[in-house]
Nanobody, 115 residues
Framework: QVQLVESGGGLVQPGGSLRLSCAASGNIFNFYKMGWYRQAPGKQRELVAAISNGGSTDYGDSLKGRFTISRGNAKNTVYLQMNSLKPEDTAIYYC?????????WGQGTQVTVSS
């Protein structure tokens, strides 16, 4: 069984920064990619960023340059550094982990960008 626990969300003013963390536990030996998605009210869940075991990264449209994904040394932790936040970045941010044939999801952490 796999558990993904996100942390680091909260309320931030426009232009501010947040760093999200996701820690994975359980049967994680066959993870090949971890990432972040987000879902705003009334919208579909969308890719924010993903990183493979080899370190290659992928970002959602227009997010690269403001957001940076990275993994911890133990490979069971993934981070999302978010800078220059905008009100349209407000959403629930979900961590996910890909294994062959299955995608695991965390419970999500709320990010609100507002003055």
């Amino acid at each position: 069984q796999v558990q993904l626990v996100e942390s680091g969300g909260g309320l931030v003013q426009p232009g501010g920064s947040l760093r999200l963390s996701c820690a994975a536990s359980g049967n994680i030996f066959n993870f090949y990619k971890m990432g972040w998605y987000r879902q705003a009210p009334g919208k579909q869940r969308e890719l924010v960023a993903a990183i493979s075991n080899g370190g290659s990264t992928d970002y959602g449209d227009s997010l690269k340059g403001r957001f940076t994904i990275s993994r911890g040394n133990a490979k069971n932790t993934v981070y999302l550094q978010m800078n220059s936040l905008k009100p349209e970045d407000t959403a629930i941010y979900y961590c996910n982990a890909n294994t062959p044939g299955f995608v695991h999801w965390g419970q999500g952490t709320q990010v609100t960008v507002s003055s």
